[in-house]
């Protein structure tokens, strides 16, 4: 018999594990933040003998939008309704919120049998870039945190105030850049390899370039941005700094939602927006 239940904070920094095996490269650092935003967000498939068998996130952002991510069936589990029902399962903890997710293009199809509806897509760009510092950008402080949710939110669609609060507090491994009288932030975070600068938000190329090219001094290896669709000109930039285009993932939501609509605009995370 299968049972589903909520995760620990362990499990969670299992299933990271987990993600980093099937290629997505989450943050050293993500945990914390991930399950201080919703603890009853995180949820896990066992059978009787107490193996996990497989997870899922729904993370309640606000009281009227929630985030489904990190849906990982372990390979030899596969392909017997486990999975599906846990995300069945998972999804009642959103209630009547509009739930969003950046899933696998393959699954789409599969997702809009769900109510899912696609509203654009994701591409993960990475490259080697020469960092340089600029006397511009600094670290952001707390008092930048008000005005940086408030920007993420006007740039994604959604407010998500209490992950982001955390996720704008620097870490070992995390740290955020303004450049003032911009507008212009982002965090970096060291990944599994190399790093991911998430999320940006600039107003012009010539800011995203410079936030790209001082974060690329802070942390060694190769560094990634999640891009909507509908970020022309950071895809732009991307490919001006030669960056290569990897998987793509489809943002879908599940009721009511506002388009992204920022044409420099990196995602936070694929796993809570």
């Not at 201080?36 to 996130?57: H, M, N, R, Y």
């Amino acid at each position: 018999m299968i049972t589903f239940r909520h995760a620990s904070f362990a499990e969670l920094a299992m299933v990271l594990k987990w993600a980093a095996v099937e290629g997505w490269n989450p943050g050293t650092d993500d945990a914390a933040v991930f399950f201080g935003t919703d603890p009853k967000g995180f949820f896990v498939a066992e059978d009787t003998s107490g193996e996990v068998l497989a997870a899922i996130s729904v993370v309640n952002h606000s009281d009227d939008f929630a985030f489904l991510g990190l849906y990982i069936v372990r390979p030899e589990h596969r392909g017997k309704g486990i999975g599906f029902a846990l995300w069945q399962h998972a999804l009642e903890h959103a209630g009547d919120r509009t739930v969003g997710l950046d899933g696998v293009e393959a699954q789409q199809q599969n997702y809009k049998k769900s109510g899912f509806a696609h509203a654009g897509g994701t591409t993960r760009f990475t490259g080697l870039i020469e960092g340089t510092a600029d006397a511009d950008i600094r670290l952001a402080s707390p008092g930048d945190v008000s005005w940086m949710v408030e920007a993420e939110a006007a740039a994604s669609g959604v407010v998500k105030p209490k992950y982001l609060q955390a996720w704008f507090t620097p870490t070992e491994t995390r740290s955020s850049l303004v450049i003032d009288g911009s507008g212009a932030f982002c965090t970096v975070r060291q990944c599994q390899s190399g790093f991911k600068i998430g999320p940006m938000v600039a107003n012009s190329s010539a800011d995203a370039r410079r936030l790209i090219v001082y974060a690329a001094s802070l942390f060694d290896g190769p560094v990634t941005l999640d891009v909507p669709e509908s970020s022309s000109g950071l895809r732009g930039l991307c490919e001006q700094l030669d960056m290569e285009a990897g998987f793509k993932t489809a943002r879908m939501y599940l009721g009511p939602f506002a388009l992204m609509n920022h044409r420099h605009f990196a995602v936070t995370s694929l796993e809570l927006g």
